[in-house]
């Protein structure tokens, strides 16, 4: 079975009811935190700043362009409702954990913009401490929580909706 069946079927590619954009995602996220841990860790404890600042660069617009394609897919091609209607938690409780999971999901995205946005205007090329670095790890770690706080639910959310 290739890609473009499963797309017709609306059928993913791990063993339970979401989607392939769904999978896509939920499995996503794993990467992105194990990325964002190793960005981290390399500024933080190896002071390699020109590879944080581009592996921030890199996983930011990967980032933007899958969120973008996600939610095209959900807005005109998967009815995730439908394939999350025979969960064994009821539809109510999916939906609290959704609105729950977009407490952190809607404005994570903004706060990694703000987070480059500053890293890109604030610091010299190529980046090195400065006045600015306070500001930019307090917003940093924000951001990193709330990109940690958007999987967890996201694969709460997924497993209420598409496995249970």
Do not use: C
């Not at 979401?18 to 841990?37: P, Y």
């Not at 944080?52 to 409702?81: C, N, P, Y």
């Amino acid at each position: 079975m290739n890609v473009w069946t499963l797309l017709a079927q609306n059928a993913g590619f791990l063993p339970t009811r979401g989607s392939v954009m769904i999978d896509f995602v939920f499995l996503a996220m794993f990467g992105i935190i194990l990325i964002l841990g190793v960005s981290i860790y390399l500024v933080r404890y190896r002071r390699l700043f020109q590879l944080h600042k581009w592996i921030q660069i890199v996983t930011g617009s990967v980032l933007l362009l899958a969120v973008l394609a996600f939610e095209i897919d959900m807005r005109f091609f998967t009815d995730w409702q439908e394939l999350a209607a025979p969960s064994s938690f009821g539809m109510p409780t999916v939906n609290g954990l959704l609105y729950f999971h977009l407490l952190f999901a809607v404005p994570t995205p903004f706060l990694w913009i703000y987070v480059i946005w500053h890293g890109l205007a604030k610091f010299p090329s190529p980046p090195l401490p400065g006045p600015h670095s306070k500001t930019h790890i307090l917003w940093g770690r924000i951001a990193a929580i709330g990109m940690l706080l958007t999987a967890v639910t996201g694969w709460i959310f997924y497993y209420a909706a598409f496995v249970a």
